[in-house]
C-alpha cells in the first residue's frame, strides 16, 4: 500500500459500559459495543463521506477556513477506495 502524503485528522476513542465511540478529527464518527463494532462504523462512515467527496466535486469555500489536511486525507481514501484498496490501514495504522 502506498504511503499517505498528508498528515491523519486526530483520531479519538470515548468509552463507557455499554459504547465505544471512535472520531477522525470531526470528519467521520463510529459507535459499537466494542471497539471492533465501532471500528467497523467508523469505516462506514468515513466510506460514506469519501463517496460523497468524490461525487459531489466538493469545492471548499476560503471564507469558511476549511480544513486542508483534513481534506486531502479525505481525497486520499477516496483514491484508495476508488482503486479497490481497503482503507483501514490508513485509517487505523
Known sequence: MR????AMPP??????A??????????ARGKG???QEAADDLIRSIL???????????TACTELSPNLEA?????ELGDVAAS??????????
Do not use: Q
Not at 48 to 58: D, K, L, Y
Not at 86 to 92: P, T
Open 84 to 93: 479497490g484498496g481497503d482503507i483501514r490501514e490508513l485509517v487505523f495504522g
Open 71 to 75: 481534506l486531502n486525507f479525505i481525497a
Open 3 to 6: 504511503p499517505m502524503s498528508r
Open 48 to 58: 460514506g463521506v469519501v463517496m460523497a467527496f468524490r461525487c459531489s466535486g466538493f
Open 11 to 16: 483520531l479519538t476513542v470515548r468509552e463507557s
Open 33 to 35: 459495543t466494542s471497539l
Open 18 to 27: 455499554d459504547a465505544v465511540w471512535l472520531e477522525l478529527g470531526g470528519v
